[in-house]
């Protein structure tokens, strides 16, 4: 398809577990986005990734989270030692940046982690 | 003080009523705004770009009030189809990181 994949669309995982959440952005687009939302809240930045640049981590919530995105494509979210507050759906989003201005944001279906 | 702050609802209306949301943001030096509509359980998705001298598209129009730091997404003859949540989304200049609100939820009834 032409949008956003993520996979898998759904994990439970036992508190202590490793995790990881695959993004495939949209052709073309350069920049890729990944968010958190738990039940009832707002969208939480995470990190940015545009081409070959370093990564934006900034919003990354501690050092057991990580990102890495190979190509410029693919990316792959990494939750080491999960815990229960990382329960939340993850989305994924690209967007095709023109003249340094973000375009629209396209979105994938999410991967919804739930922690036991 | 949130970045964008959003009042969550739900405002409940009537198919047919007028229904308007603000979104207020707190650094002047924001310089894009939209706003997204996520359906339950689904992916947000864009529904309108805010410009400077507002913007309709259909039953929808979005202002910008700079020296007040809000947006408004106003919408008229509300239909069923139209129950979701509504987020407001900011660009600050020289950031490349939309911030989302937490949303307002509309639930438009029969």
């Known amino acids: 398809g032409a949008g956003v994949s993520q996979s898998p669309s759904n994990k439970v995982t036992e508190k202590g577990k490793d995790v990881e959440l695959r993004c495939d952005p949209i052709?073309?687009?350069?920049?890729l986005y990944w968010y958190r939302q738990s039940l009832g809240q707002g969208l939480e930045f995470l990190i940015y990734?545009?081409?070959?640049?370093?990564?934006?981590k900034s919003g990354l919530p501690s050092d057991r989270f990580s990102a890495e995105r190979t190509g410029g494509s693919v990316s792959t979210l990494t939750i080491q030692r999960t815990q229960q507050e990382d329960s939340a759906v993850y989305l994924c989003?690209?967007?095709?940046?023109?003249?340094?201005?973000?375009?629209?944001?396209?979105f994938g279906e999410g991967s919804r982690l739930t922690v036991l | 003080r949130k970045e964008v702050e959003q009042d969550p609802g739900p405002f409940n209306v009537p198919e047919g009523a007028t229904v308007a949301f603000n979104c207020t943001y707190s650094?002047?030096?924001?310089?894009?705004f939209f706003w997204y509509r996520q359906d339950c359980r689904k992916e947000p998705k864009l529904l309108m770009s805010?410009?400077?001298s507002g913007n309709e598209d259909g039953r929808f129009t979005a202002q910008l009030n700079r020296a007040s730091q809000y947006i408004s997404l106003l919408i008229r003859d509300s239909k069923l189809s139209d129950s979701a949540t509504y987020l407001c989304?900011?660009?600050?200049?020289?950031?490349?990181?939309?911030?989302f609100g937490r949303g307002t939820s509309l639930i438009v009834h029969p």
């Open positions: 990734f545009q081409g070959n640049s370093a990564p934006d």
């Open positions: 989304v900011v660009l600050s200049g020289g950031s490349y990181i939309p911030t």
């Open positions: 052709s073309g687009h350069t920049a």
């Open positions: 805010v410009y400077s």
């Open positions: 989003a690209s967007s095709f940046m023109a003249g340094g201005i973000t375009g629209e944001l396209f």
């Open positions: 650094n002047s030096a924001s310089q894009s």
